[in-house]
C-alpha cells in the first residue's frame, strides 16, 4: 500500500542488458512504481540470466536490508530462463499465491500468461517477487499483488503485526 515504509531492491535478469547490448526498461519503470508507493528502492542491480549471479545478488539485497526484492526477467520457458530455479534453490519457503495471481490476472491480458513462472518466495529475510521481463508486466504483476506486500515484508521481516 502507499505510504509504507518498504525497503526495495530491484533486480533485472537479462544477458542482453548485463552485457550493454539492450537498454533495460524493466527495472527502471519497476523503481519508479516503488517510488510512486513511497517505498524506498535502496539498491537495484542487472544480472545475466545465471542462478549463481541471481542468489548473490539477492541474497546481498537481503543483507543490505532490502525487505522487498524484485526481479525482472527470466520467467518465460527460454533455454536461459532460470530466474524461478535460482530462486527456489535458495528460499526458504514460496508463497503460491503470488504466482497464481499474476498468473490469474494476466490471463485477462495475454494468453501468453499462461507460460509465466513468476512466484513469491521467501529468502532470508526478505519477499522476493519474480516478475515478468517485459515492463509493462513487470508493473502490471507487481500492481495485482501489492495489497499483500506490507504485510508480507513485515512477517518475513519479523515485525510484529495486528492480524
Known amino acids: 500500500m502507499a505510504g509504507e515504509k518498504i525497503t526495495v531492491g ?9 552485457a550493454g547490448e539492450y ?8 523503481r519508479e512504481v516503488c ?3 513511497g517505498w524506498k528502492v535502496e539498491a ?3 544480472v545475466p540470466d545465471d542462478v549463481d549471479k541471481i542468489q548473490s545478488t539477492i541474497r546481498a539485497f ?8 524484485l526481479t525482472t526477467g527470466g520467467t518465460g520457458i527460454a533455454l536461459r530462463d532460470v530466474t524461478p530455479e535460482a530462486i527456489r534453490a535458495i528460499m526458504r519457503i514460496e508463497i503460491p499465491g503470488f504466482g497464481e495471481t499474476m ?9 501468453n500468461a499462461i507460460l509465466s513462472r513468476c512466484l513469491g518466495a521467501v529468502v532470508d529475510q526478505s519477499l522476493v517477487l519474480a516478475l515478468p521481463g517485459k515492463p509493462s508486466g513487470a508493473v502490471e504483476c507487481l500492481e495485482f499483488v501489492e ?3 506490507p504485510h508480507s515484508v513485515k512477517l518475513c521481516l519479523g515485525v510484529p503485526t495486528s492480524c
Open 10 to 18: 530491484v533486480i533485472t535478469v537479462s544477458d542482453r542488458a548485463a
Open 23 to 30: 537498454e533495460d526498461h524493466g527495472g527502471p519503470a519497476l
Open 35 to 37: 517510488t510512486q508507493r
Open 44 to 46: 537495484e542491480a542487472v
Open 62 to 69: 537481503s543483507a543490505q536490508g532490502c525487505g522487498l526484492i
Open 103 to 111: 498468473r490469474m490476472k494476466s490471463l485477462a491480458i495475454t494468453p
Open 147 to 149: 495489497g499483500a506486500i
